[in-house]
Structure formats: C-alpha cells, structure tokens
Nanobody, 120 residues
Framework: QVQLVESGGGLVQPGGSLRLSCAAS????????MGWYRQAPGKQRELVAA???????NYADSVKGRFTISRDNAKNTVYLQMNSLKPEDTAVYYC??????????????WGQGTQVTVSS
C-alpha cells in the first residue's frame, strides 16, 4: 500500500506564490518519477511538471519559467514552487508517483488533490 499526502494549496492573488508538497509513504521499493498534474473544471487532467530519479524535469509550456519542481529523494517528497500565479492556474492539483512497490511491479499512485485558486 502506498499513500501520497499533499499540502500547500489555497487562495492566492494573481502574481502571488504558493508551494505544494507531496510525501509518499508505504510499500516503496524504488521511485521512478514524481510529478504534479492539475484539473480545472470542465477540463481534462494535464501534466504540470514531473521529475525523474535521474534529476530530469519536464514542464508544461504554460508554466515554464514560473513553476519549479524539486524532489527530496531521502524523504520521498516532491515540491512544486509556483510563482507569478495567474487565474488560469486555478485547478485541483494532484500529486503523482510512478514507483516500484517491489523489484518487479510498478504502478502509478495519486494523491487526493489540493485546490489552488488564483483570484483577486
């Protein structure tokens, strides 16, 4: 069993910043990658940013230069620093972890989601 616990969402004014955190725990053999997705009302879930265990990162074009993903591998934790937030960043943000629960089985796990609202 694997659990992902997110924190850090909330209400912020346009131009403001927020930092999301997500900690993975449970039956973790090896983490392949961790990342953040978001889903706005009436839209499909989309990738925001991801970081693999080799240090590589990937960002949606809409957040490049504003958001930064980072990982603390010792704590199985991923962070998303969000700066210069815009109203269109408003969404539920979901943490994702792709990991091996043993030496041969991997799967995708999801957090419960945290609301980010950017509004004046």
């Amino acid at each position: 069993q694997v659990q992902l616990v997110e924190s850090g969402g909330g209400l912020v004014q346009p131009g403001g910043s927020l930092r999301l955190s997500c900690a993975a725990s449970g039956s973790i053999f090896r983490i392949i990658a961790m990342g953040w997705y978001r889903q706005a009302p009436g839209k499909q879930r989309e990738l925001v940013a991801a970081a693999n265990s080799g240090g590589g990162t990937n960002y949606a074009d809409s957040v490049k230069g504003r958001f930064t993903i980072s990982r603390d591998n010792a704590k199985n934790t991923v962070y998303l620093q969000m700066n210069s937030l815009k109203p269109e960043d408003t969404a539920v943000y979901y943490c994702n972890a792709r990991l091996y629960s043993d030496s041969s089985h991997w799967d995708d796990y999801w957090g419960q989601g945290t609301q980010v609202t950017v509004s004046s």
